[in-house]
């Protein structure tokens, strides 16, 4: 009977339009002053004036309340000389009028008071509503911070869409041609039993793909029961968000779908940095594989040959004529240099691809700078150099042989630059936890142009050139034991500063 009284009866939708307010209010004014009129004064229907004053409550502004207060007043004003000029004028009837219009006034007063007090609540209400909206939506921004591939968005996506709705189950896919494929996630309620179904690799309902006219990018479907969202993607597929039983409305699901999409955007730029990283990564895994290759297999030619040109300057062959000697020799020069040259690019790709020998052990560094000057001795001798060395006790923690290469680069590269009957100045001391070697020479030194690539790769030309691999190695050779190599100009000299610690600190590249 209830339902069937509601249904012929519905209640009014609060508040009422300006229309309607206005056509109720005045409709039941006149009622009240023509009844107000045609009645005795010591009925005092008067008092009913305060029924359109009250109604006037139910609209959406104070302005109904204030004119409606006035007109009642101005009504019972004219309803009491109208009764005056019919029946007379009397004390009582005066004070029922007086009362009638305080009874007007009261309630206009109260219903100006109620409304501006329903005003502050649905602002309040507002207010916490909008705050509450604002925090779930930081709250979403938190779960969705840091840098993101599209796969780890999906899954960060579906996961605080759950959080953020209060969904059973929320799940995100790309539609493609009607199915949902991946990057795909599902997001579940904890409390949720038996899991939620998913939608991957099936065919999607019609409803989840035909947006209704006017919906936007969000929209619901199944009765209600799914909300479906859509992330605009820059190919074809677009993502699609599937929202079992959300617990929040619809406009703030459009929020976070709003908020979502530029986080979308960006995570294509992180992709296309993540594939380029990879195929560099590829390319020069490629490179360093066949540098090394190369290098590896080129000394066992290399020192095949030299071997049988040594044999053949000891006279394996025979006598040989002097010029073929000489053609022998500048052919072991050349074949030691190859040989030095794929020794340092075997060197070279271990140091860049990371395979270094971890195991190191106590180098007596005095010792090992003091070989290294023997073994360039002839070419000193020749180029009649003036070494002079102040080689002070000092031992580190490393390994043995890419040190002794450090240490030749240096040398090497100060014998071969320096000019005849000059001074090569080798000092190597140890305070502080650290041991420096300096190499000083006279030779031209290095262009101001030249000094902020002196030790990378393929540097060549002038002093520190060669195959541009030497100082480069130097440095890599440093830092790998945790140390450093600079170059200092100074005035008609160059001055090159390696510096170790004693104690082996931890490498880095």
């Given amino acids: 009977m209830r339902q069937a ?36 004064a010591s009925l005092v229907v008067g008092t009913l004036l305060t ?11 104070r302005r109904p309340v204030v004119v409606l207060t006035l007109l009642s007043v101005l009504a019972s004003v004219l309803a009491a000389v109208s009764n005056a000029q019919v029946d007379g004028f009397s004390r009582p009837d005066l004070s029922n009028r007086v009362v009638s219009l305080l009874a007007i006034l ?32 930081r709250r979403l921004a938190e779960d969705m911070g840091g840098p993101l591939g599209q796969p780890e968005f999906v899954a960060r996506a579906a996961a605080a869409l759950q959080h953020l709705t209060g969904a059973r189950s929320v799940e995100v896919g790309a539609a493609v041609r009607a199915v949902l494929r991946p990057p795909h996630a599902l997001a579940v309620a904890p409390d949720l039993d038996p899991p939620a179904p998913s939608w991957l690799d099936t065919r999607l309902p019609l409803d989840f ?66 594939a380029g990283r990879e195929q560099l990564r590829e390319r020069g895994e490629l490179l360093r594989d066949l540098v090394y ?79 290294v000057l023997e073994d360039l001795r002839p070419r000193t001798e020749a180029s009649r150099l003036n070494v002079e060395r102040q080689l002070s006790a000092a031992r580190v923690q490393g390994r043995p042989h890419d040190l002794r290469r450090a240490v ?57 050139g060669g195959t541009g691999l030497g100082l480069y190695l130097t440095r890599r050779i440093a830092e790998g034991h945790g140390g450093s190599v600079r170059y200092v100009r100074t005035q008609q000299r160059s001055l090159f500063i390696l510096t170790l610690p004693v104690d082996g600190a931890t490498p880095h590249d």
């Avoid at 619901?220 to 605009?232: E, I, M, T």
């Avoid at 190859?338 to 075997?346: F, H």
């Fill in 293 to 371: 290759a190369f290098s590896h297999d080129l000394r066992t030619p290399l020192l095949a040959n030299a071997m049988n040109m040594q044999g053949a300057l000891r006279g394996a062959y025979g006598p040989l004529p002097q010029a073929y000697r000489e053609t022998l020799e500048n052919g072991l020069d050349a074949n030691a240099a190859l040989l030095a040259l794929a020794e340092k690019l075997l060197l070279v790709t271990k140091y860049e691809s990371g395979e270094t020998d971890d195991q190191t052990s106590d180098v007596n560094l005095r010792t090992l700078v003091q070989g």
């Fill in 209 to 274: 793909l035909a947006r209704p006219v006017g919906a936007g990018n969000v929209w619901a479907a199944d009765g209600g029961r799914v909300v479906l969202a859509r992330l605009q993607r820059a190919d074809d597929s677009d993502l699609l968000l599937i929202l079992r039983g959300p617990q929040t409305p619809l406009s703030l699901i459009g929020e976070a779908a709003a908020a979502l999409q530029p986080l979308l955007e960006r995570t294509r730029l992180l992709d296309d940095l993540r």
């Fill in 106 to 137: 009261l309630v206009g007063g109260l219903t100006l008071r109620s409304r501006e007090a329903s005003e502050r609540a649905v602002r309040i209400a507002e207010d916490e509503r909008l705050l509450t909206r604002e925090r779930l939506l």
């Fill in 408 to 464: 030749q680069n240096l040398l090497d590269n100060a014998v071969k630059f320096s000019p005849p009957d000059g001074t090569l100045r080798v000092t190597l001391t140890g305070e502080d936890g650290e041991v420096t070697l300096t190499v000083q020479d006279d030779g031209p030194g290095v262009p101001l142009s030249r000094e902020p690539q002196l030790f990378q790769r393929f540097r060549s030309g002038g002093a520190g």
């Fill in 51 to 61: 029924v359109p004053v009250a109604l006037s409550a139910l609209g959406t502004s």
């Fill in 5 to 40: 009284l509601r249904t012929l009866f519905p209640p009014p939708r609060l508040p009422l339009g300006d229309g309607t307010l206005w056509t109720v209010c005045l409709g039941t004014l006149a009622c009240v002053l023509l009844t107000d009129l045609l009645t005795p």
